[in-house]
Structure formats: structure tokens, C-alpha cells
């Protein structure tokens, strides 16, 4: 008897060692593997008997899965809905395999890719690379094979691969994921971007939060050095700063640096790490190009709408009954992951709004659940899709609150670089908290004859408001990175969206 | 004219010979290919508001007030960071950006006192320019929300004050410490709202971190966060004169920015040639000593020096003086006189002290400083080039790919140069080091010395003989460079020379304690780096075989093809403001202006004819043959300009002898030195802030100086000289140093093109400016050397006779500090003392460990010369066997220690190798408390009974 | 050391770093170097101490003396 049982970081949370410790205890002839998650997370612990799924399982339920009688039976796992209408290139393995088994790698098609590039050669293969039109994934969505061209062509003596592990959204966990799940994969995906490239060195910064992640990396690079020789790869560990998500600061960091924002240009394709030419891209993005190379530029590209070709790994997160891995073509809508798939809220409230892309992404009320899975849809409609989170909010949500949590966030998060982030979003969260108590009399401050100039009367709500808005617009327009320039989607999403709850008459 | 800041274009400028065309608001404008839309607007006075960016450091894009929109681009890019393109159409005010910039402003002014009217950096303030810029009226966060109001002041650093409460965190000062002087000193502590500047770690504050208070966060600070204290007393400046720094052989040109005939403060002159708008702690702040209570305002004679001085007129003191000096050449001789020209006053005021001297005393003993510091440069580079002087401009440094530094400590010495150095070091030039002591540049923040090579003291030619020898037996010489520019018998018979085995890095280790395998990489490098450029001091010069050194360092550069180009090249950093200058002069006893021998007849006829008068063609006295001389009962007489040779030259006990055996020594300085003690006639100098005249730098370039206020003392020095030689009978009449000036470019080749007019057009000349190049050379020996041919000299290594035995085990080397210049005179009476309040001796473990010592201890320091007492500091950078100090307070006496051996060809002292002992002290020697008696007494001043 | 026995350690120090030359050229040299930078007494003072067969003096210096004393004869002061 096979028994599987994830060793992902959320499975350990939900006790997944423990169960396993019981299963040995009690079929001590049964093989018992840790193979990574199949990302049905409201369903972990999830123990897999040779195909068959049971879950979410506890050392109480041991007996009875070994009888046969279980009541946490889900069926066949791969016949779940939540799996069988997926898309899965980049999560091929999730669930299957054994994360460090260079074996299970090999056996379910690892290194055809590699091998493929080595074929085919350096331009070929950031050819197929551009055909496919795979962007990146990290956010930003810019074409990988144009990024990847770019550092071809540039000149130096040495050049980098940095792939961006830091995943600091909240509501998203799919970099962990992967990471934690199938390593060999994005090792691959590094090796074949430094041959395309011409890049001898590769560094994963990952932060500091993954600690199973950084583990499991660090013994999966030592395993597979020889299989990706002369390209060598290295790990290095952030320290608790959302910022160095953002390229450039990752790249200052990595230098032993502070981690504050550099302006462009240059762009880290021509300058980047230590000045050289420098390919930065997200884990999910390099974790693709193995599936790219190995079954072709077109067949990836053949998934998805416009110019969102390829799936996405959607994290369905918050407060939401099926939450998870869901890897799709782009396409779908919002409201079909959300309702469909997630299944609605977990506490079987109405939906009040999604969240977008992160704590920087938009709030989505129901009536934009239309909305499919684009980046330029969502950008038209004033959203991004982000590194593909979602969080989902009941109606017990307090829009203001989360606008205001959204400034706290930038404050907390900001390099301090640029103005309008480090102390806007101190001033953000001021003028929240006065849009709360309904305006404000003049400051003692102000009332001082001295301060001739100064307004001594008092501003409204509706000031208030439009000084909130203005600030947006300053950060906006006016920051140095997507910290502060993102700030105003939740921001001002929530305003437009539930003028209500800020004291405002409701949209007509 | 009024006060008006320097133009500060944003970021700095492109060097790139390509051209782009791009329209700012409507308007065509070509710039470099590589200049910000910030700069191009600046180039047509388009002031785009801005905060984080000034000219001197790279664009940072922080402060987000430059915003423009561009045709055809997305989104509103910072003018800072954005390179002009062809056919960029810049809109630089809409009604967006003007909306943008308010809400940036009103973000600022949230976090800012209010009370602009009272604050030091009112009406100088950017923040303040930019929010009338930008039209604010109203901050409508109110004034209550969080901020950084409460931070208090460090007051730490003597010179300036750090007041955090106004600090806009613009990042401008820590970029200005990395990139302009690159000592790395200050960083931003914390990030976001918390984010603040911090001068190291947070329990630092700016006096104990690692800053060397240059002065470039000051000047980079666009508020009143980093302030002269100077400002905060007096006020803004109401006028700006340029003039040239009297410290350093950089030659740095300052704004003295004025009050009145108050000087509020002194500002780095952004088109300065030589320091391109940096400064060090000396020029930028230690200009009090000018006002300092100790100056001597009077003149003052006295029969004998164990008398009191008596305060005298003008008038008095010159006829006292002129007839003293003919008094004792009737009586003991034509030759029986002298005096020393100082290597700090300017061209023109040396030019009359040895014109007095030929013209007026009748014979050529006349001698300077250089005596003691680069006279082997004079000679050495006049035989191998044949000029006195380096090749190469400081621009040049820019362009080397590698850099020796030989007997030298820029970053103590020639602070503004190195600065220079280690920029071009961070940007991947290479450099090697050869010195006893591992100097900071070895390893300091982004500077790694690829090799150093730690030398022996004393071991110079044996080192470079053998640097030549890998450099010949591995093929890695110039051959076409020889053939067409040296003579080739000679090269020959030198690469014979250096060739033979016993002068391979191995054989020589054993001598040089150098490891012959990182001599001979270092050897390749300069040979095959590329652009290779030598620097050296005084770790060359002063010693036993300073000329041959020097001679031997022209040989590896004539080698390797490594002259005559931007790059490359022979570089002595000369130490003084003016000893190049002094040297130019005729401040030798064997030549006169422009390096010619007395001997020469037509030369001695030009100045004859001019002056009317006939010339001694004899040779005169070097300093310590006048002070042999003195003690010999033959020389008796001596005029010294700003010069202390009692604390500068080597072996006091012999110079206090030389001049105790004098009987007439007239001192012309600010302060009672320590020559004074034994001084008969004081004659009160004045400041380089208080005199008209030339200085001439390392790199031959005349800079001027301008008067911003009167002396003090009543005369400019070279009024002081003209009114002795009127005593004496000589007819002068300058009425301007220009006057003095013309008369140089009339009687010198080299200088025929230069006059005061020409350096006001031209701002500085690099000498020789004549017909060929009239605008000045600023690299030497481009097609040919000055000689014709350059010379290969063989060096061949003389050990010197100063010995470590048992007795003197140790040997003592020395140099100098940052913060304090030469023998202090200057420094010391400012604040700079606080960084070095005396001379500490360094010592490594393991000696002081066998004598039972630890840092901090007292310590006798003893040689066959005398002895002094130090404390001490136990440090590796010294290796074993090997001791180091500074010699900037009298109270040290260093050079009692210091012996009267000397360069063979110029007599150039040899400080930098002295067998020495180590013990432990109780306190200061015997020496040193006679001394401290004898100078008390000797500076007496009696006080006139006041008039009634 | 006393003057006189200080210029004969200047003459025997030039001569040491004039050793790589044969002996004709050497004396040539040290003579002229001499001539070129020592003042007039000084001159008088070493050729005085030739003639007074000074023993501290090397063969290469004394030669170079007389070199000086026979074709660069200096005047009195």
C-alpha cells in the first residue's frame, strides 16, 4: 500500500507530520511517501492511497481510511472537480511526485527541457520562449523572451539569472508552492534561461519567511548541481522586507545593500546585479519554461485569450470554502473561480468584494465578477491580476478599514526612497482615520495667529476625500515603484466601489 | 558683485562626443548623448523643481518633484533619471505636473518646521525655493500628523551641525560621502516614514563615526540639516571671491564667501581644475587659525633671544634688519648671509625673497622647503625629462587602468586627490601599493589594493630595481616606445643592469622583505594593465637614495611606454600649496627661475640686465650646509619666510645649534614658531585670505589668489620684502603682485605666457605656457621630453648607513594625518586638534608585547640623535620591526630623532629611516622639558607701558 | 661630525651611488655634480682635505677631487 501525504508547509501546519507519524504506526508495512501538495488546501491533510483522496485527515481518522470507510473520502482525486478542470503545465507534478526525488523527476519527463535547450541552441531557444508568449508572472507581465533577449544581446562579461522568490503578497502562496513541491522544475527553468542568456551564475532570493522552501532548494540545488553544470546556483535568504520584491531593490539586497528601490533606467537587464546584465523573473515564470521547451512554444500559447497566452496559477485565498492551487488558461472570469470553483465564501456569507493581485491589487465588487482573467482586461478596469492571488471578503468587510489597512501596509512595507510613499502613506492612513471621524476642526497648529497663511477653518468630509484622492493621484504618478504607484488601486477601488462605507452617498 | 550660488545643473555632466537634438517646451537644444532631460534643461536655464539631484553625484529619482511628460511616453518619468533620446519633445510645466509637484510639496512641508524666517538657511535653502516653485499654498494634512520634528541636533563635528528635524531624507549627503569622497561614513538608518540619515551605527553621532568632515554632505545638503556653524552665526555671505587653498599641494579653489571683510565660509569652487568642487577638513573649515589669538601683529626685535621681544614699528624693524645684514657682511663676508623662501606664500612673494637675496645680499644662498621634501623630484626628473616636476594633469587619473602608489598616503596627504583616485578605483582601475605600512588605501570601503607590497624601510631602489628586472627578463617592455623617444646605448646598458640575477625579486627579498612572487605579479601589472600611472611622496624622496628612487621610478616608466598621454605618467604629490611654485622661482642656491643653473651665462645675463645688477655665478648654500656653516662660525645671518625648520628639519639639537651660532635670524611668519625661539628680528606675515598672488600646485598649475580682506598685520608679505630691500638700499617699486608676475614671464621661458590677466580669463595655467602652448600644458613630454631624449639612468641600490643594531633595534618612519597639516602651525590653532591632539607612535603587536607595552602607555623614543616620549598605539599596520609617527605638534619634538643623513645628490633629509629603541616612559624626556622651558621663555613679549 | 668630516661623507656617498661607472667616468661625474651644487668654501674645504691626504676619503673620491681642484678651480668667497 502506498500511502501519500504532503510535506507542504500548510499541510505540516494542519498536522500532516503527525498524521503520517500515525499511518506508520499503524500500517507498518505500508510504503508511506511525502510527495508534494495536490494545492487543495481546505482539504489538507490530504492522504492520497493510490489515487484515492481523504481529507481534510486527522490521526483520528487513521483507522477508519485504512478500513475503507472513511466519511472524509473525496473519491478519486484527479476526478475532483477542483483538479479535473484544471490546466496543469507548471503544477504537472503537484501531488505526484516526491519533491527531491531526482528519480520521480526524471521519470515524469524532467531534463527533456534542458537537453532541448542545449539542442537547439541560445537563440532558438529564447525563440520559442517569445513564440510562446509567456510573461511574467511575478506582476509586471512583461514578455519573458523579450526581457531574455535583451540580456543575450547585452554585453559583459558575466551576466545573471535572479529568479524572484519573495513572494510577499498576502494571498499567495503559489511560489511556496512550487518551490516546496517540485524545486527540480525551477531549477531547470534557471538553467535553461543561463543558457539562453549566457548567464554562468543563477541566485534564488527567497525570503526569509519560506523556511521549508529554503531547505528544500538548498538540498535540491546540491543534488542536481551536475545534472545543470557549468551553470551554478545559489540561494540567498531576504530579511523580512516586502520592497525587495520589487527587482531592483531584490537586486540591491542581493548585493548586501539596503533594500531600497533603484530608479530606471537602467534597466537590470543591462545593469543589474553587481551592474551586469541580469535576468529577473519570478519563480512561476521560470518554473514554466521546462513545459515550453518540452512540448512546444505553440502548444503553450494555444491556452489563453488576447495577450494572455499560456495558464496562470491562480491562489485562491481569504475568506473563501475551496481554497487553493487552480491552475488555468487565462480566460476564465472572476466569478467562476470565485463561485464556482472556490465555492463562496467559507463562512456562507455573501460575497462582498475580491481582491486582486496582492494587497496592492483592487477590490472587485460582484458586479465586475464578468471580468476574465486578462491583464488587460483587468487593467482596463482599473485592477491587475498580479502575481494571480485572489482574497475573497464577506459582506462583514469594512471597505475603509482595508483601504486603510492598504496605506498601513505601504507604510510599513516602503523602502523610504521616495516621497510620496514614505510619507504618503502616512498621511494616507491620517486621512482615512479623519474621513472616519467625518472631517476635522483646525489643528492647534493652524489656530495660531502666527500662521497667517494656514487654513484655520474646518475641512469636510467631502474635503477630506478629495484630499485622499489627490494623494492617490501624487502616488500614483509620482512614485519611484509599484509600492506607493499601487497603493491607490485598493485605495481607491474600495472609495469608488463602496462610497458607503466611507460616509459617502452610494454610487447610483 | 552680489552673492549668487553656483549653478547646479542636477546631474552630472556626459562626456560622450555624441550629440543628441531634443525639444524642451518647444525649444531645440543639443546636448551629449548621456545627459539627463534634468541637465539639457538646465543648459537652457529651464529650472525643472527638483530636490534629491545636484550635478556633483549621480541621479537617485527620490524626491519626485522633476517629473516631465514626454511625448509618446507613458506616465510621468523623473527628468533626473531619463537620458535625453533624439527627437525627445519634453514638457517640463502642465497642468498635471504643476498638480503632481503641489501634492509632493504639501507631502514635504507636512513633515517640516515652520519658522523658515529665523532658520540659518533662510533665502538658502532648496526646499524652500522649490515650494515657492511650485506655488503652495495650503497643507491640507494639517500639522499634527506623524513626524520627526523632536530629533535633536548633533553638534559633535566642530564645523558643521546634523539637525534631523529638517532633514527631507534626500539621500544627497550619504551619496556625496560615497561617491565625491568616498569614505562611506553615512548611511540611511531604518526605512520608510522612520528612515533617517545616520553617521554609522546608531550609537555614533558625526565626530566619533568614520566621517573625515570634508564638508561634501554640507555642501551637497539642500537644507539646514548639515550647516556651517559658522553660517548659524554670522549669516548668509553677501559676496564670493575665488582663491586657492594654502594647505596642500592639491591646490584646491575655493569660493570665500564673504560678509563684509567677515569670511563666513569657505565652499569648494565647482569649476576648480584640480578639485572639481571637493574639498578636505583644512581648506573647507581651518581658516580660523587667520584670527587666531596667537598671531603676531607687530613686528618685534631683541637684542639677544634670551631677552624679551619688544614690540616695534615697521619702519624700525627693516632699517634694524638691513643693517644688521650689512653690519655682518662686512664683517664675516659676501657668503656669510642667507635666507630660506617659504613653499606657502606665493609666487610672487618667493620670487622676491630670492631676488633680495641675489640682488640684494649678492650671493645665491637661497633655499626652501622642497630641500626637505621633493628636491630629489627637482633633480631626478631633470635628468631623466628634464623638467622639475610632475607629467601629468589630475585629470588624468581618470583614465589610468592602473596605479602605483610609492611612498605615499594620499588619503592622509592629498585628501581631494584620492578621493579622485578611489573613484576611478571603484570603477575597476587596479592598484598597487608600495609602502612599509599598510595605508588606508590598501583595503578601505570599495578600494583593494591588488597587491602591496610592504617593503623594508630604506629598500626603495632595491625594490624598483627589481621590478625593472621582471619587467625587462619577461619581454614586457616598450620597445618602440624606447627606440623613438630614449636613448637607446643608455637603455641598454640599464636593461644590462637590471637584468643581472642578483637583482631578480628573489635574490632581493631577503633585503626588501618583500615576497618575490607578489613583486613579480605587481611588476606585470603595471607593465601589461594598460594605462599605467606612478604617485609618490615623500616615502621616496626622503631618504638616503631619494633621487636615485625617483630616477628609478622615471626608468619603469620610460620602460613601459607610460608617458605622454592622459593616463599615465610620473606623478610626485608635492606636499605644500606652493612648493612647486617656490621651486619655479629660483628658490635653489643653484638655480634660478625656471630650473636654470647660476652658472649659466646667458641666463644669469637676462636677469642681470633687468635688474642692474651683477650675479653671484657660484652655487650657494643648501639649508643644512647653512646650518654646518652656522656652527662652523661661518655663516651668520638668515631671513626665513614661513618656514619652522626647527620642527621641520631633521636632527634639532643640530639645527638649534646652527642657529644659536647665528647672529642676526629674522623670522617673517604668522605665529612664534619654534625658529623664532632663536630669532632676533620678527617680522608679522600675513594669511592667504589677506594677500593678492599666485600658488602653484602639483600639477604646475598657477591658480590666483585673491585678497577678501586686509592684513591684519598691516602688509601683504610681499610688501614686507620690498620694504627690506628698500632698506637695504634696493630701488623697488611694485605696486601689485601682477607687476611681480610680468617680471617672472619676462625672465622665464616656461612662463613667458602667464600673467594675471590671462589667469583671470583662463582661470588656472598649467606652466610651460609660451608661444608653443599658450593656454598652458596640462600633459608633459607628449611628442618629445623636455630634454630631447629621455635619460635611463642606472640606480644602483646603496643600503643606508642608518643601521638597527642592538641598541636601536627598530626602525622609524614617518608621515601624516588627515585632519592636522605639516608641522601644525595652522591646524593646531583650530579645531582640527580635536581629531589630533598629539602625535602617537605605531607599533606592532609583537614588539610591543616584548616590551611589555600597550596602547595608550607613554613610551621613550630614542635614537643616536636624541630622544622624545609618545604614547603609543599597537596596531598591525606597521609590520614587526617597524615604527611609525606623526610630526605635527612641537610638544613631540619628533625630529630630535630624527639623524643628519640625506639624499646624496640634494641633501634631502632622510626621515623615513631611523634606527631606533622603544621603552617605556613615565613622561615627557628631559629634552622635551628643557625645551618646553626655553620656548616660554624665548616668547616672552614685553609690554610697552602704554602711552599717556 | 664637524663640518670637514661631514663634506667628505657627502663626497663618499655621491661617489658610492656613481659606482656602476668606471673610475675615469665616475671621478668625471662626481666632480661635475660637485662643482654643479656644492658652494664655493664648501669646494675649498674638500680640496683641502686632498691635500691634507685625509684617510677617510675613498680612492674614487679623492680622485674626483682632484678632478675638481685641477679643472673646476673655485674662487674664494
Same mark, same amino acid.
Given at each position: ?5 504532503s ?24 510504503? #508511506? ?5 495536490? =494545492? &487543495?488546501?481546505?482539504?489538507?491533510? +490530504?492522504?492520497?492511497?493510490? *489515487?484515492? %483522496? /481523504? ?7 487513521v ?5 475503507g ?24 507534478r ?25 539542442e #537547439? ?5 529564447? =525563440? &520559442?520562449?517569445?513564440?510562446?508568449? +509567456?510573461?511574467?508572472?511575478? *506582476?509586471? %507581465? /512583461? ?37 516546496e513541491g ?9 538553467a ?13 532570493y ?20 551536475h ?9 540567498r ?25 533603484r ?13 551586469k546584465?541580469t ?7 521560470l ?19 488576447g ?20 491552475e ?18 467559507e463562512?456562507?456569507r455573501?460575497i462582498?468584494?475580491?481582491?486582486v493581485?496582492?494587497p ?11 471580468l ?19 482574497v ?22 516602503s ?31 493652524e489656530?495660531?495667529p ?9 475641512r ?22 509599484a509600492?506607493g ?11 469608488t ?12 | ?43 537652457m536655464?529651464?529650472h ?120 527631507i ?21 531604518g ?11 546608531p ?27 559658522s553660517?548659524?552665526?554670522i549669516g ?20 570665500a564667501?564673504?560678509r ?29 587659525y ?61 620670487f ?62 592629498h ?88 637583482h ?10 618583500v615576497?618575490?612572487?607578489e613583486?613579480?605579479?605587481?611588476a ?8 599605467s ?19 628609478a ?10 608617458i ?26 643653484h ?18 640686465d ?35 625648520i ?44 589677506e ?40 630701488d623697488?617699486?611694485?605696486?601689485h ?13 616656461t ?28 600633459v608633459?613630454?607628449?611628442?618629445g ?164 | ?10 663626497a ?27 658652494d ?31 679643472t ?5 668667497p
Open positions: 500500500m502506498r500511502i501519500a501525504i510535506d507542504d508547509a500548510l499541510a505540516i501546519a494542519c498536522g500532516a507530520d503527525k498524521l503520517a507519524e500515525a499511518f506508520a504506526r499503524a500500517a507498518p508495512d505500508a510504503e #508511506i511517501v511525502r510527495t508534494s501538495s495536490w =494545492g &487543495m488546501q481546505w482539504l489538507e491533510p +490530504l492522504v492520497d492511497i493510490n *489515487g484515492m %483522496g /481523504f481529507g481534510p485527515a486527522t490521526p483520528g481518522d483507522a477508519a481510511i485504512l478500513d470507510g472513511s466519511d472524509k473520502a473525496i473519491g478519486k482525486i484527479e476526478d475532483h472537480p477542483f483538479i479535473a478542470k484544471q490546466q496543469r503545465l507548471t503544477f504537472a503537484a501531488g505526484k511526485t516526491q519533491p527531491l526525488s531526482l528519480e520521480d523527476y526524471t521519470e515524469t519527463g524532467g531534463w527533456v527541457a534542458l537537453k532541448k535547450a542545449y #537547439i541552441g541560445p537563440e532558438a531557444t529564447i =525563440g &520559442m520562449v517569445t513564440e510562446s508568449g +509567456l510573461r511574467g508572472r511575478g *506582476g509586471a %507581465g /512583461f514578455p519573458a523572451g523579450i526581457k531574455w533577449k535583451t540580456v543575450a544581446g547585452a554585453p559583459g562579461d558575466q551576466k545573471y539569472i535572479v529568479c524572484n522568490a519573495d513572494e510577499g503578497d498576502s494571498g499567495t502562496f503559489a511560489d511556496r508552492m512550487l518551490m517540485d524545486p527540480y522544475c525551477l531549477i531547470e527553468g534557471m535553461i534561461a543561463g543558457h539562453a542568456v549566457g548567464a554562468t551564475k543563477g541566485y534564488i527567497l525570503r526569509s519567511e519560506y523556511p521549508h522552501a529554503i531547505r528544500k532548494m538548498e538540498t535540491a540545488i546540491k543534488a542536481s548541481a545534472l545543470v553544470s557549468p551553470f551554478k546556483l545559489e540561494v535568504v531576504g530579511a523580512g522586507a516586502y520592497v525587495c520584491g520589487e527587482e531592483t531593490s531584490l537586486l540591491n539586497s542581493l548585493e548586501g545593500k539596503r533594500g531600497e528601490v530608479a530606471k533606467p537602467p534597466l537590470p537587464a543591462l545593469e543589474g546585479l553587481f551592474g546584465p535576468v529577473v523573473n519570478n519563480v512561476l515564470t518554473a514554466a519554461v521546462p513545459n515550453v521547451l518540452s512540448e512546444g512554444a505553440k502548444a503553450y500559447a494555444d491556452y489563453g485569450i495577450r494572455s497566452r499560456g495558464t496562470m496559477p491562480v491562489q485562491l485565498a481569504g475568506n473563501i470554502k475551496q481554497g487553493g492551487l487552480y488555468i488558461a487565462f480566460g476564465i472570469t472572476l466569478g467562476e473561480l470565485v463561485e464556482e470553483i472556490g465555492g463562496g465564501t463562512s456562507g455573501p462582498k468584494a475580491v481582491q493581485g496582492g496592492l491589487g483592487a477590490y472587485f465588487p460582484p458586479s465586475m465578477f464578468h476574465p482573467f486578462d491583464y488587460e482586461a483587468f487593467t482596463e478596469a482599473g485592477g491587475l491580476i498580479g502575481h494571480g492571488g485572489i475573497v471578503f464577506d459582506d462583514t468587510a469594512d471597505m475603509l478599514n482595508q483601504a486603510h489597512f492598504a496605506m498601513e501596509f505601504c507604510a510599513v512595507e523602502c523610504g526612497k521616495c516621497t510620496p510613499c514614505r510619507i504618503g502613506a502616512v498621511r494616507g492612513q491620517e486621512t482615512l482615520e479623519r474621513i472616519r471621524a467625518g472631517g476635522r476642526g483646525a489643528g492647534a497648529c489656530a495660531l502666527q500662521m497667517h497663511n494656514a487654513k484655520s477653518s474646518e469636510s468630509l467631502e474635503d477630506e476625500v478629495v484630499l485622499l484622492t489627490d494623494l492617490c493621484e501624487t502616488m500614483k504618478f509620482g512614485s519611484l515603484c509600492l504607484g499601487f497603493t491607490p488601486y485598493p485605495v481607491m477601488s474600495a472609495l466601489h463602496w462610497p458607503e462605507d466611507f460616509g459617502l452617498e452610494p454610487a447610483s | 558683485m552680489g552673492y549668487e550660488p553656483q549653478k547646479d545643473f542636477g546631474t552630472p555632466a556626459s562626456r560622450s562626443e555624441k550629440t543628441i537634438t531634443l525639444t524642451i517646451d518647444g525649444e531645440k537644444i543639443n546636448v551629449p548623448e548621456g545627459t539627463s532631460v534634468m541637465r539639457a534643461a538646465a543648459e536655464d529651464t525643472i523643481p527638483k530636490l534629491c539631484a545636484t550635478d556633483n553625484i549621480k541621479s537617485f529619482g527620490s524626491c519626485r518633484l522633476c517629473l516631465v511628460e514626454i511625448d509618446d511616453v507613458r506616465g510621468t518619468p523623473a527628468s533626473c533619471t531619463t537620458p535625453v533620446a533624439n527627437g525627445m519633445a519634453v514638457h517640463t510645466q502642465t497642468p498635471k505636473l504643476q498638480k503632481l509637484r503641489k501634492g509632493v510639496m504639501e507631502l514635504y512641508i507636512s513633515d517640516h518646521p515652520l519658522d523658515c524666517l529665523t532658520c540659518s538657511a533662510n533665502n538658502d535653502c532648496e526646499l524652500q525655493d522649490e515650494a515657492a516653485a511650485v506655488g503652495l499654498r495650503d497643507v491640507r494634512y494639517g500639522y499634527e500628523g506623524e513626524n520627526h520634528l523632536g530629533l535633536e541636533t548633533d553638534s559633535s563635528n566642530p564645523y558643521f551641525d546634523f539637525d534631523p528635524s529638517k532633514c531624507a534626500c539621500s544627497r549627503c550619504v551619496r556625496a560621502c560615497d561617491e565625491v569622497q568616498g569614505t562611506y561614513a553615512l548611511t540611511i538608518e526605512r520608510g516614514f522612520g528612515s533617517m540619515v545616520s553617521a554609522g551605527t550609537i555614533d553621532d558625526f565626530m566619533s563615526s568614520e566621517c573625515v568632515s570634508c564638508g561634501a554632505c554640507v555642501q551637497a545638503c539642500p537644507t539646514a540639516t548639515l550647516q556651517e556653524k553660517v548659524k552665526e548668509l555671505p553677501d559676496k564670493s571671491v575665488i582663491t586657492t587653498c594654502a594647505y596642500c599641494g592639491v591646490g584646491c579653489t575655493f569660493r564667501e564673504m563684509g571683510e567677515q569670511l563666513v565660509r569657505m565652499v569648494p569652487w565647482k569649476d576648480g581644475k584640480a578639485n572639481r568642487g571637493h574639498s578636505c577638513v583644512k581648506g573647507r573649515f581651518a581658516w580660523g587667520a584670527n587666531h589669538k596667537e598671531r603676531i601683529l607687530n613686528p618685534m626685535i631683541r637684542e639677544s633671544i634670551d631677552q624679551p621681544w619688544r614690540e616695534v614699528s615697521w619702519e624700525e624693524a627693516f632699517s634694524h634688519a638691513a643693517s644688521e645684514i650689512q653690519r655682518i657682511q662686512e664683517k664675516y663676508g659676501t657668503r656669510s648671509v642667507g635666507g630660506i623662501t617659504s613653499s606657502r606664500c606665493t609666487n610672487e612673494e618667493t622676491l625673497v630670492q631676488k633680495l637675496i641675489r640682488a640684494g645680499f649678492h650671493n645665491n644662498n637661497v633655499d626652501t622647503c622642497a630641500r626637505v621634501c621633493h628636491s630629489p623630484t627637482g633633480y631626478g626628473l631633470k635628468t631623466t625629462f628634464g623638467t622639475s616636476a610632475g607629467t601629468q594633469d589630475f585629470d588624468s587619473v581618470e583614465q589610468s587602468d592602473v596605479m602605483l602608489v610609492i611612498g605615499a598616503n594620499p588619503t592622509d596627504a585628501p581631494v586627490f584620492a578621493s579622485r583616485m578611489k573613484k576611478r578605483l571603484r570603477e575597476g582601475a587596479k592598484l598597487i601599493v608600495i609602502d612599509p605600512r599598510r595605508i588606508d588605501l590598501v583595503r578601505m570601503p570599495h578600494v583593494e589594493a591588488a597587491h602591496h607590497l610592504p617593503l623594508q624601510p630604506g629598500t626603495n631602489v632595491a625594490v624598483l630595481t627589481s621590478l625593472a628586472h621582471v619587467i625587462v627578463t619577461e619581454g614586457l617592455v616598450d620597445e618602440a616606445f624606447i627606440r623613438e623617444r630614449c636613448d637607446w646605448d643608455e637603455y641598454q646598458d640599464w636593461a644590462r643592469f637590471v637584468s643581472d640575477e642578483s631578480s625579486p628573489e635574490h632581493l627579498e631577503a633585503i626588501t622583505k615576497p618575490a612572487e613583486l613579480r605579479r605587481a606585470r601589472l603595471y607593465a601589461t594593465g594598460g594605462k600611472a606612478i604617485y609618490y611622496g615623500l616615502g621616496v624622496t626622503e631618504h638616503s637614495q631619494g633621487s636615485s628612487t625617483v630616477m621610478i622615471a626608468n619603469l616608466a620610460m620602460a613601459t611606454g607610460n605622454g598621454r592622459p593616463g599615465v605618467g610620473v606623478n610626485p604629490l608635492r606636499g605644500q600649496n606652493n612648493v612647486q611654485g617656490a621651486c619655479d622661482m629660483g628658490s635653489f642656491p638655480e634660478l627661475s625656471g630650473y636654470r643653473h647660476v652658472s649659466d651665462r646667458a641666463t644669469r645675463k637676462l636677469f642681470e633687468d635688474w642692474g645688477v651683477t650675479l653671484d655665478p657660484e652655487p650657494g648654500l643648501r639649508i643644512p650646509n647653512m646650518l654646518d656653516a652656522a656652527v662652523d662660525g661661518e655663516f651668520k645671518a638668515l631671513y626665513v619666510q614661513g618656514e619652522d626647527l620642527q621641520s628639519d631633521p636632527n634639532t639639537k643640530h639645527v638649534a645649534a646652527g642657529l644659536e651660532a647665528m647672529e642676526c635670524v629674522i623670522v617673517h611668519d604668522l605665529f612664534l614658531n619654534e625658529t623664532a625661539n632663536y630669532a632676533h628680528i620678527f617680522l608679522p606675515g600675513s594669511t592667504f585670505l594677500k593678492d598672488g599666485t600658488f602653484t600646485n602639483a600639477e604646475r598649475r598657477i591658480q590666483l589668489v585673491r585678497k577678501v580682506m586686509e592684513p591684519m598685520n598691516g602688509l601683504q608679505d610681499w610688501e614686507v620684502t620690498q620694504e627690506l630691500a628698500r632698506a637695504m638700499g634696493l623697488w617699486n611694485y605696486a603682485p601682477s607687476q611681480i608676475m610680468d617680471e617672472v614671464a619676462r625672465l622665464t621661458p612662463f613667458a605666457g602667464v600673467s594675471f590677466d590671462r589667469l583671470g580669463e583662463l582661470g588656472s595655467i598649467q606652466w610651460p605656457a609660451n608661444d608653443a602652448t599658450p593656454d598652458g600644458t596640462p608633459m613630454h607628449e611628442t621630453f623636455v630634454r630631447g631624449k629621455g635619460k635611463f639612468v642606472v640606480t644602483d641600490y646603496v643600503p643606508t648607513d642608518e643601521k638597527t643594531g642592538p641598541r636601536f633595534p627598530l626602525l622609524l618612519t614617518t608621515g601624516r594625518i588627515l585632519s592636522q597639516y605639516n608641522v601644525g602651525a595652522q591646524t593646531r590653532r583650530t579645531e582640527n586638534s580635536r581629531w589630533h591632539e598629539e602625535d602617537i607612535l605605531e607599533m606592532h603587536p609583537s614588539d610591543a608585547e616584548n616590551r611589555g607595552l600597550k596602547t595608550g602607555d607613554w613610551t621613550n623614543l630614542a635614537s643616536r640623535s636624541g630622544e622624545t616620549t609618545l604614547r603609543l598605539l599597537v596596531t598591525d599596520r606597521v609590520a614587526p620591526g617597524v615604527v611609525y609617527t606623526t610630526f605635527h605638534h612641537p610638544a613631540t619634538q619628533a625630529n630630535v630623532v630624527t639623524t643628519e643623513f640625506s639624499d646624496w645628490a640634494t641633501n634631502c633629509p632622510e626621515y623615513k629611516v631611523t634606527a631606533v629603541q622603544i621603552s617605556p616612559s613615565n613622561g615627557p624626556s628631559d629634552w622635551q622639558e628643557d625645551y618646553e622651558a626655553h620656548s616660554e621663555r624665548a616668547r616672552r613679549i614685553e609690554i610697552p607701558e602704554s602711552a599717556e | 661630525m664637524n663640518s670637514r668630516d661631514n663634506l667628505i661623507y657627502m663618499n656617498q655621491i661617489a658610492r651611488n656613481f659606482a656602476t661607472l668606471d673610475d675615469a667616468a665616475a671621478a668625471n661625474a662626481i666632480a661635475a655634480h660637485i662643482v654643479k651644487y656644492w664655493p668654501r664648501m669646494r675649498v674645504k674638500i680640496i683641502d682635505s686632498l691635500e691634507q691626504n685625509e684617510s677617510k676619503l675613498l680612492p674614487v673620491s679623492r680622485n674626483a677631487v682632484a678632478v675638481l681642484r685641477d673646476h678651480q673655485s674662487d674664494a
